[in-house]
């Protein structure tokens, strides 16, 4: 079936420098993303979302990208901080289906 | 945002035995969604359960072993029945409100 995949399970980064989140998706017909943070026993909560008309979304310290020629997706986070450790998620609706599919995650660790 | 509440937040149940989980919103949403989240693991969705309507299950899920009511706009229960230690995962409710979709805290089941 379709999927939604990201390429590092891990992410290691030091506090106050910048993260970088990709994933890849394999639906061409999908038409929305989003980007979850799910920190340790807690509901993922979303964080930003875009879509398939829009190569650029930024928010609060985030910006995520779109590359569709190559399925491609990825969420920045400027000047991450502590409170940034968490699984981040991207998920992907596709053309008319309510449904979200969900890649594997990204465990992003800061370090002091 | 839409709020969203789960019960019990976890529980520990011996195999054979069921459970059976409540969400609740603090607003009135068509749809919603059962998730599964085993350790470690990424998101899938079990069954999507519209008010008025039998929930739709998704490959690998039946309505024997997780049977879902909708009785209203606001509130759901998914029931995990004749439990095995497989079954051991976090259950997640979720709803779609707004053209977003929202997660509950989760209920953590441990199977003994």
């Known amino acids: 079936g379709e999927s939604v995949g990201l390429h590092l399970p891990t992410l290691s980064v030091q506090e106050g420098d910048n993260s970088i989140i990709n994933c890849a998706y394999s639906?061409?017909?999908?038409?929305?993303f989003i980007w979850y943070k799910q920190e340790s026993g807690k509901g993922p909560q979303f964080i930003i979302d875009i879509r398939s008309n829009m190569d650029k979304r930024q928010g609060q310290r985030v910006t995520v990208l779109l590359n569709k020629t190559v399925k491609h997706l990825s969420l920045q986070i400027a000047a991450t901080q502590p409170g940034d450790s968490a699984v981040y998620f991207c998920a992907e609706r596709g053309g008319n289906d309510y449904k979200l599919s969900f890649g594997a995650g990204t465990t992003v660790t800061v370090r002091a | 945002s839409a709020v969203i509440s789960q019960k019990p937040s976890r529980d520990i149940c011996q195999r054979g035995t069921s459970l059976t989980i409540q969400c609740q919103v603090d607003s009135q949403v068509t749809m919603m969604f059962w998730y599964r989240q085993q350790p470690g693991q990424s998101l899938t969705l079990i069954a999507t359960?519209?008010?008025?309507?039998?929930?739709?299950?998704e490959s690998g899920f039946v309505i024997d072993k997780f049977p879902i009511s909708r009785p209203n706009l606001t509130f759901s229960t998914l029931t995990v029945s004749n439990m095995s230690p497989e079954d051991s995962s976090i259950y997640l409710c979720s709803v779609r409100w707004k053209g977003e979709q929202y997660f509950g805290p989760g209920t953590r089941l441990t199977v003994t």
């Open positions: 359960a519209n008010q008025g309507s039998e929930a739709t299950y």
């Open positions: 639906n061409s017909a999908s038409d929305y």
